[in-house]
DNA sequence: CTAGATACGTCAATATGGCTGTCCCATCTT
DNA sequence: AAGATGGGACAGCCATATTGACGTATCTAG
């Protein structure tokens, strides 16, 4: 796995990190990485007629089985009415499956229908694809370099969310 | 998805890079990193009545004056009706303002007014804080590795683009 | 056992930021 | 003079988010 270092469009960060120029970088690239990224799975859910809201909910739920609604009303941050529409279309096309929960029953513990992860590891295919290669061209310090750096962008308060969901892969 | 995920929790990235769980991580941090810093503006836009695509647009004409409309249309990636609006907006609040081009007459150049790139200078300074500070806590030789992978994620046509972008800086 | 907190669902109304399609004018290019 | 291009504007639609209020089932603490 080489690193092709000279094809970088940047040379190396300065050690001044409050200088405007890095900080503009960092934002740039971040809003053309992310919104390169989503736009890959826009057509595969389009066919289902489903949006990027829909497979936010698809992909946590394929993350962490059983996750309840509150716990993915956390992780989203979006407001129980917008989540309870996604969650409702999910439902109609039998991608999502509820069941109450045994130690409380208040809870609906969601998980993907067989033919929900199907289709769910249909679209992180493409997002595999996408991710794999700039994986692949930056080279492996690279892309630890990339989580440090993203995970320094999380709030204290949210990061023991984000741990949890990537402890037991 | 037959790929195995007994995997160590090592700090560094595996030379596998096709291993699901380390696409996940970087799908799951670049949606918390990315949704976060945005948040971190909030506030400020809503001070003024605007919204995060009047800062998209705020945001590139500060970073390239005189732009046209065409060339902000092909950044953005949104229609011409969309960005009229938000452009509407901003010139209603006397933050931006466009001048006939010179060369082209047909050409609308976008600038910011003083009060425009005073607004624009406080929004960025949120985004700064934020982000320097993920930058100081990763360490230079991350933020170098975060920048190239961004930069893989930008499909081949869009990449002149942000390159040119970046070059007068 | 009861009171209150919690998990979830649902109603109605509203805002934002995208989209398509069509048509128009001014200006540049050939 | 004809056609291409840059920009603007109309009408209508869709997806995704918001707030606030209210209802029901269930759990927990006094």
Redesign the pocket.
């Given at each position: 796995m080489a690193v092709p270092s000279s094809v970088s469009v940047a040379p190396t960060a300065s050690p001044l990190f409050l200088r405007e120029h890095e900080v503009r970088r960092g934002v740039e690239l971040l809003f053309f990485g992310y919104t390169r990224l989503t736009r890959a799975i826009d057509d595969g859910?389009a066919e289902h007629?489903?949006?990027?809201?829909?497979?936010?909910a698809l992909y946590f739920i394929a993350r962490q089985p059983d996750l309840?609604?509150?716990?993915?009303?956390k992780i989203?941050?979006?407001?129980?009415?917008?989540?309870?529409?996604?969650?409702?279309?999910l439902a109609e096309r039998e991608l999502v499956e509820?069941r109450?929960?045994e130690?409380?029953?208040?809870?609906?513990?969601l998980r993907l229908t067989a033919e929900g992860a199907r289709f769910e590891a249909q679209l992180f295919d493409a997002l595999r694809t996408s991710l794999a290669s700039a994986y692949a061209a930056a080279g492996q310090e690279s892309v630890t370099g990339f989580w440090r750096v993203l995970e320094g962008l999380i709030p204290a308060e949210d990061k023991a969310m984000v741990i949890a969901l990537q402890k037991d892969i």
């Open positions: 859910l007629g489903l949006g990027r809201a829909h497979h936010r309840t609604i509150s716990e993915l009303l989203l941050a979006i407001t129980k009415q917008s989540l309870g529409r996604v969650l409702t279309d509820t109450t929960g130690v409380d029953r208040r809870q609906k513990l």
